[in-house]
């Protein structure tokens, strides 16, 4: 027996459920089924028709499916690369919120090397208690 998934965001899932049961699965490009992208009538049982079809006659056009330990690496590193993104976000939006303070709190900054640490966050406290915690 050998099953169908169209490529989408919880298709592994799908692919994993079905080859712990024993079934082969194939994983199919959604932009390459072209049987389906120019139904003019698109059902999700029209559709299953079709995609079993191809499959029957061998031209699901198959998408790389990838191991487990594989998907389970990217997951990681997707989320790894969308912390650092919103750290250097704000970062960013800090570095500019300081562009726009008095040249007072641009020396002190200066002084320090890195601000994104321990001692260049004491420093942005020191200023801001200075300042009376007025709103930047």
Do not use: C
């Not at 490009?29 to 072209?34: G, I, Y």
């Not at 499959?55 to 191991?67: A, C, D, M, N, Q």
């Amino acid at each position: 027996m050998k099953a169908v998934v169209e490529a989408g965001r919880s298709s592994y899932t799908m692919v994993d459920v079905l080859e712990d049961m024993g079934i082969a699965t194939a994983v199919a490009h959604p932009k390459e089924v072209k049987a389906i992208a120019k139904a003019k009538v698109k059902t999700d049982q029209k559709d299953s028709y079709k995609i079993a079809h191809l499959l029957r006659t061998g031209y699901i056009p198959e998408v790389y499916k990838r191991s487990r330990e594989n998907r389970s690496s990217q997951r990681v590193l997707r989320q790894r690369a969308f912390y650092v993104g919103k750290q250097t976000s704000v970062e960013n939006r800090l570095w500019a919120l300081l562009a726009q303070q008095g040249e007072d709190i641009r020396q002190e900054v200066a002084r320090v090397e890195n601000l994104f640490t321990v001692k260049g966050m004491r420093v942005l406290e020191v200023w801001v208690y200075r300042r009376g915690r007025q709103r930047w």
